[in-house]
């Protein structure tokens, strides 16, 4: 603890340090900010943390795994630009490199993402996240995120296959990019991705949700996006597929190009799971979204079942951790209320 309140006492050019605001702190490799990497800087908070920490990161390539532990809560990383601001490695399920042991992070797909999220509260903005690990890699995680209250904004998210693993708790997604080939979204979080860009690679699913029982709240809307593909003639992307009997899935308002197969969705090679998932478009338009040719075990959604997955109310109904920021003026923007 007196590492953490000698930071707070420390001042430099670059950051700004209120008494009663969070603590903020910077990352650079010039040597400018506190520390040269992202990792040092979260290496440096106390366990556990329940106080807001912002760390800016300087642009550049961050060529290092980084993880936020279990209890290191409350932690914002602030980019300055997605282009420019890049966490970047290289593990896969089948070979990992990474300064914590599998004790603490795991195993295959689980391990092996460049970015492993585990504290509550985290937020990103203007932050890529990227896994380089080249086509056909097998799996190969940029971000997995296995913690409640998470939100990213004008995020990137770069891989192939399992490119975002949004593993467990309640997250927002907001004007982020997302891009992939073979079940490149996937886990059994409570997700809603808002005006976010999904850019399909290679023949795929673009999902793989898990949720394993109609009980749970789980599953992902995508709200107001936009899917691209690579300009092919032919249909190559599937919208989703159910990792788990009861996987849930939500495209509302989503223009989706000709990439997208007319079938729409598949089965993992298991007609069971056809009476357990529910997989569903709502109002969608663009080449790709024609429901005349979709599986016939797609769900229609009327206006009053549409309704619950068409705001933040789907994450957050009780307002207790979205919330609008009472500084800004523009369109409705949920951001954390601990942010």
Known sequence: MGDFQALRNRSTPHITNPSNGPLLMRVAQDGSGHFRSVQAAIDALPLPNRQRVVISVASGLYRQPVYVPKQKNCITLQGEDAFKTILQWANTATSIQHDQSPQVIGTGTFACGTVIVEGEDFIAQNITFENAAPQGAGQAVAIRVTADRCAFYQCRFLGWQDTAYLHY???????????????????????????????????????????????????????RCVITGTGSAKPYMHLGRPWQPCARVVFAYTFMDGCIVPAGWNNWSDREKERTACFCEYRCTGPGSSLAQRVTWMRQLTEADAAKFLSVDFVDPQRTWLTRPTHTAGPYTPVPLSA
Do not use: M, W
């Open 169 to 223: 708790g309640r997250q927002y997604f907001r004007d982020c990019y997302i891009e992939g080939s073979v079940d490149f979204i996937f886990g059994n979080a409570q997700v809603l991705l808002e005006h976010c860009h999904i850019h399909c690679k290679s023949a795929g699913f673009i999902t793989a949700q898990s949720c394993r029982s109609a009980e749970e709240p789980t599953g992902y809307v995508f709200l």
